[in-house]
């Protein structure tokens, strides 16, 4: 398994390790809550898009693209204020999480089985459903709901298995550095969310 590990490594591409960069760039100023973080995720995301699409991975090389349109619209969101306060955090109804899970599994139940007659896709409803989840993932990350990163921890740790099979090893240790991050990103925001409002 290490050995696999470092012969992936080994033969990393110049643009998979700036996508890497890129990509942990825009988790750690996420966490922040800085507009910056859509800049460093469109680039990255850019990049991946290729990557994904060259390994047989053809859902997460559509949820690429998606990334870089919220890159945009995270970015214009995020500076609407004009960069004078963060963007307060808030939470998302259950209900609403309920509905938006029983959606993502049946497109990804319907989009799998697309994948898997019509395509070399080589894991139709694993990349599906973390293709589905991490657009919903994405569009909460942009209205700095908290739950957005209890999704992308799952959705993360998925990822490193779909990366690692398909022998973008480097990409892989980016997920599972994701999933780190992710945990740091709930508490932070729950605790940015708990503390008391300053006195003016």
């Known amino acids: 398994m290490i050995d696999s590990i470092l ?16 990509g942990l760039a825009y988790a750690i100023l996420a966490v922040k809550r800085t507009r910056w973080c859509w800049v460093a995720g469109g680039i990255g995301s850019s990049i ?6 060259e390994a047989k991975l053809p859902m997460q090389a559509c ?7 919220m890159a945009v619209y995270g970015f214009w969101h995020w500076s609407r204020e004009d960069g004078a306060e963060k963007k307060a955090v808030t939470s998302w109804p259950l209900r609403a999480h309920l509905v938006s899970w029983v959606i993502i599994v049946a497109l990804s139940g319907l989009t799998s089985r697309y994948l898997a007659s019509e395509t070399q896709a080589a894991w139709p409803f694993l990349d599906s459903l973390t293709t589905w989840g991490s657009l919903l993932a994405t569009w909460l990350t942009a209205q700095v709901k908290l739950e957005n990163w209890l999704y992308w921890m799952v959705l993360d740790a998925i990822s490193v298995f779909l990366f690692a099979t398909q022998g973008l090893m480097f990409v892989a240790l980016l997920f599972a550095t994701y999933l780190v991050i992710s945990t740091v990103g709930y508490v932070t925001w729950l605790r940015s969310r708990r503390a008391p409002a300053p006195s003016g």
């Open 7 to 22: 012969e992936g490594l080994s033969r990393t591409s110049l643009p998979e390790a700036i996508s890497v960069v890129m």
């Open 48 to 53: 991946l898009m290729v990557l994904a699409w």
């Open 63 to 69: 949820l690429q693209a998606y990334y870089v349109g």
